[in-house]
């Protein structure tokens, strides 16, 4: 029998600090469509939980107002499957909320370990992370949103995930379609 969630992942779906297309650091807008499909490959994949991160005030009552027409709401029963990846958010002010919230509930801090499009020299495999997610230790997967991470958010992380590459030269992947090939390959079964 599968379990319903991994016990040591979490997923942190980030707007601030996050960067424009000219490089500026800014907070950026809540997508309805990132809440659904990230929640929905998050419990497809048994992430524990899926933190929304923003600090803006009408940002995390929009978010509210989302999980619940669908956790509480008629989209409660109009769509039970919904409902049941929709129950994994949790709406946060800053990854130390974050982190915080998973000591609390699980005993041990967790490590961070973020995303990007860039290759740098502190980043690890998808390889090296599936098995550092072998140990049972808690670790929080940090996407950004616009156009990614700020640097030194980038910089005060654990680790770095390598970039996910097609083939192409082409690197601009939704944050929604880098999460589900992200955990895809991290937990997906083949044969």
Do not use: C
């Not at 650091?25 to 929640?39: E, G, K």
């Not at 156009?147 to 992947?173: C, I, K, M, R």
């Amino acid at each position: 029998m599968k379990k319903s969630y991994t016990t040591n992942l979490y997923v942190a779906l980030t707007h601030y600090p996050v960067v424009n297309k000219n490089g500026d650091v800014i907070a950026s807008a809540v997508t309805n469509l990132d809440l659904h499909d990230i929640s929905r490959v998050a419990k497809t994949y048994g992430v524990r939980l899926f933190f929304v991160v923003t600090p803006l005030e009408d940002q995390q009552t929009l978010v509210e107002k989302l999980v619940s027409h669908w956790v509480t709401g008629f989209g409660s029963s109009y769509n039970p499957k919904r409902r049941e990846a929709m129950e994994l958010v949790r709406i946060k002010n800053s990854l130390d909320e974050v982190i915080d919230d998973i000591r609390q509930n699980g005993g041990k801090t967790p490590k961070t370990v973020v995303t990007s499009a860039k290759r740098g020299s502190r980043n690890i495999s998808f390889g090296k992370f599936r098995e550092m997610l072998s140990s049972g230790n808690p670790y929080v997967l940090i996407f950004g949103t616009g156009w990614g991470l700020a640097q030194n958010f980038v910089v005060e992380a654990d680790y770095v995930l390598d970039p996910v590459t097609g083939s192409t030269d082409y690197n601009h992947l939704s944050v929604r379609s880098a999460a589900a090939i992200i955990l895809d390959r991290l937990f997906g079964t083949y044969t």
